[in-house]
């Protein structure tokens, strides 16, 4: 019996040393812990959409020194859905979008609590901190911009993003004088296939449009590469986008426009993206 309660007692000592060494073992790896070293922050296009993209406006081949209008009735009203939304983006996130493209140019400093803040200035009298710290195996982010004698630290917007920025979120907030929700990016990227989408939806609380959204992707499908869904909720209705990245032909159904939900297509770029039959 007593030989046995040793042979217990070993057993036991040998299950605990062994406890100890795997434990240890995690402890090491815990170094390599995120908040040891600054996050990446997420690439601009997870935050700008690239409307850029679909506008071929300048490239426009011309008849008699006169753009062609009437024979590319497709691709321009394309154009006009995606403009729409660029132009909204473009006038209301002026600086937040100035904030963020400023902070790849600067490092971070790690702060007491662990998190890390990239401080800077941009534009004209203004500053801004960009600060991101883990929580939930997961990186927050907090823009918060000061413009003297205007207002100070105003949280502009926030995000949420995984260890490897392949997917996340940003909230963004209307501005300084009306601080209520104004817009949800919702974002994915591979950048080992070369795909990516990005999602903004209006959340404006009480406004008609609350829901309504613009759907941007590249893929690497064929032959049709990248995408715009537009979703009007006032009016019930889903434009779809559809184009060739390299050669511009495309397609778009939009009932509301047309009148039915069949696709309208346009040609290649090098044809003037004139109207024609779809195949």
């Given amino acids: 019996m007593e030989k046995m309660n040793r042979r217990n007692r070993f057993g036991l000592l040998t299950i605990i040393a062994l406890l100890l060494i795997f434990f240890a073992g995690c402890a090491e790896k815990g170094s390599t812990d995120p908040q040891e070293e600054a996050p990446e922050i997420p690439p601009l296009s997870t935050f700008l959409m690239d409307f850029n993209s679909f506008d071929t406006t300048s490239a426009l081949p011309k008849i008699n020194g006169i753009t062609l209008q009437q024979q590319d009735a497709n691709w321009r009203w394309a154009g006009f859905k995606v403009g729409v939304w660029n132009l909204v983006i473009t006038v209301n996130l002026a600086i937040p979008v100035a904030a963020f493209v400023e902070s790849f140019q600067h490092e971070p400093v790690q702060q007491s609590d662990g998190s890390w803040i990239w401080a800077y200035n941009f534009g004209i009298g203004n500053s801004a901190k960009l600060r991101a710290f883990l929580e939930n195996n997961e990186i927050n982010w907090e823009m918060r911009i000061t413009k003297p004698n205007q207002y100070t630290d105003f949280l502009w917007f926030t995000g949420v993003s995984n260890l490897v920025a392949t997917e996340g979120t940003w909230q963004l907030n209307v501005s300084p004088n009306d ?13 080992q296939q070369g795909s990516a989408d990005v999602r903004y939806t209006n959340v404006i609380p009480n406004n008609p449009g609350n829901g309504g959204y613009i759907f941007y992707g590249i893929t690497n499908d064929t032959p049709f590469n990248a995408f715009y869904d537009i979703w009007n909720v006032e009016l019930n209705n889903l434009t779809n986008i559809e184009w060739n990245r390299s050669d511009f ?12 939900t069949n696709r309208h297509c346009w040609d290649t770029l090098d044809n003037g993206l004139i109207d024609i039959t779809c195949q």
């Fill in 249 to 260: 032909h495309g397609h778009i159904t939009d009932p509301l426009h047309f009148g039915d």
């Fill in 179 to 191: 601080p209520k929700p104004y817009l949800d990016i919702l974002w994915h990227r591979n950048p």
